[in-house]
């Protein structure tokens, strides 16, 4: 291989490594347990939300308690029309809007983060937060 091949071909792995991943919409569907996060059944695709996903938790005609019980979690941002309780790990939002519609309930030494550019979050009913962390980081609006 001649040094120019070799340099357009390591040009063109780190062009396709640095590309910057696509956020999809990653949506509760509770085809496992139907209330733990951690449940990779409960989610479209079967599989956990990641850090560029954008994340919509809404169960037609009920009011159905998500439970946040694993480890941290990171994910672009979150729109929850359900009851939502951070029992265990943290949630980090690092883009976007988020809102939260459902009450919301974050255990006592557990964090919710809001922390990269353009970041917000909106609780819009009641919010237990006695003992939590709420962290604001980075350029969030």
């Known amino acids: 291989m001649t040094r120019f091949s070799f340099a357009i071909l390591l040009i063109s792995?780190?062009?396709?490594t640095l590309r910057p991943v696509n956020a999809q919409t990653v949506s509760w569907d509770g085809g496992g347990d139907g209330e733990t996060w951690s449940d990779p059944l409960n989610w479209s695709g079967d599989a956990l939300p990641g850090a560029t996903d954008s994340v919509t938790i809404d169960v037609a005609g009920t009011d159905?308690?998500?439970l946040h019980t694993g480890s941290d979690t990171s994910?672009?941002?979150?729109?929850?029309?359900?009851?939502?309780?951070i029992s265990g790990g943290s949630l980090t939002l690092t883009s976007g809007a988020s809102s939260i519609n459902g009450a919301l309930t974050v255990g006592s030494g557990r964090s919710l983060i809001l922390n990269g550019p353009g970041a917000s979050l909106s609780a819009?009913?009641?919010?237990?937060?006695?003992?939590?962390?709420?962290?604001?980081?980075?350029?969030?609006r």
């Open 75 to 85: 994910i672009a941002s979150l729109t929850c029309e359900e009851p939502l309780t």
């Open 13 to 16: 792995l780190l062009n396709a």
């Open 64 to 66: 159905t308690p998500i």
């Open 124 to 140: 819009n009913a009641a919010a237990a937060i006695d003992g939590a962390h709420l962290q604001v980081l980075g350029a969030v």
